[in-house]
């Protein structure tokens, strides 16, 4: 019998409700922002899209912007919920979605540490354990004691991503987060993805640099304004998506 994967994605389908229209007087646009109706239609995200992730490999999410890749894996950290079909994945994850956010401004370096690894689901023994490499990690050691509000956007970001980053987990789902950031900080960021390949620990990286993409991620999904246009080996996933010719399929493994 053949092992369970690690990420499971069946004919998902995620819509949202969104305004019809914009609002022809203060009074209408006063009850949309009160939520007490006003014209509205489904907009479907994402539709159809069935794939899986076997431990110990990593995927790549490409496609233009509003593909769908963020909302993917906002399904898959547990933020939204699928419309319809079913999404499982099992084992601990880590999602790195917005660098910064979840952050007290108003509380010290150490203690959003401690704070922030709580809300991703880390208890304080490891984090305590990792504390010394995570802050170097983020280059704060002068600011320990300083707090968040004091911080550049930059620092912010690095923390957020240190925390992630020095803790064990089976998968890690990253949004495109090297786009900001300064060249220190995303080499810092690529060795430890370079690192979790090595070994073999799981990773979900939507990304536009395609360049990382056919390094780091041995299958691919292609998007397309929702649509799933392609999911195998990512050398054929990016010779379809660069070539403009994503509207066929490439191969799936045997088995699945």
């Known amino acids: 019998m053949m092992p369970e994967p690690l990420v499971e994605v069946s004919h998902l389908t995620k819509e949202f409700r969104v305004a019809s229209a914009r609002p022809r ?4 646009q006063l009850r949309r922002t009160l939520w ?15 794939f899986w ?43 790195v979605l917005e660098l910064g ?37 983020a280059g704060l050691e002068d600011f320990v ?28 789902l990253i949004d495109d987060i090297l786009a900001v950031g300064d060249r220190t900080f995303r080499e810092k960021a690529y060795g430890v993805f370079y690192q979790r390949r090595r070994e073999r620990k799981s990773l979900i990286l939507a990304s536009h640099d395609l360049d990382a993409v056919g390094e780091l991620c041995d299958r691919s999904l292609l998007l397309d304004h929702g649509e799933q246009r392609a999911f195998g080996p990512t050398p054929e996933v990016l010779e379809l998506y660069t070539s403009g ?10 088995g699945r």
């Open 25 to 28: 007087s203060l009074f209408n």
């Open 36 to 50: 007490l109706g006003g014209p509205r239609r489904r907009f479907r995200a994402l539709s159809d899209v069935t």
């Open 53 to 95: 992730l076997e431990e110990g490999e990593s995927l790549g999410l490409v496609g233009n912007n509003g593909a769908g890749k963020s909302t993917l894996l906002r399904i898959l950290s547990g933020i939204y919920r699928p419309t319809s079909g079913s999404c499982r994945v099992r084992g601990r994850l880590t999602p």
């Open 101 to 137: 956010v979840g952050m007290s401004l108003d509380l010290s370096v150490r203690e959003n540490v401690f704070l922030y690894g709580a809300m991703i689901g880390f208890r304080r023994e490891p984090l305590q354990q990792h504390f010394d490499e995570i802050i170097a990690f």
């Open 145 to 172: 004691e300083a707090r968040v509000r004091e911080l550049s956007t930059g620092m912010r970001q690095r923390l957020t991503f240190a925390i992630n980053a020095q803790l064990d987990s089976d998968l890690l």
């Open 245 to 254: 010719d994503g509207a066929k399929s490439v191969g799936a493994a045997p």
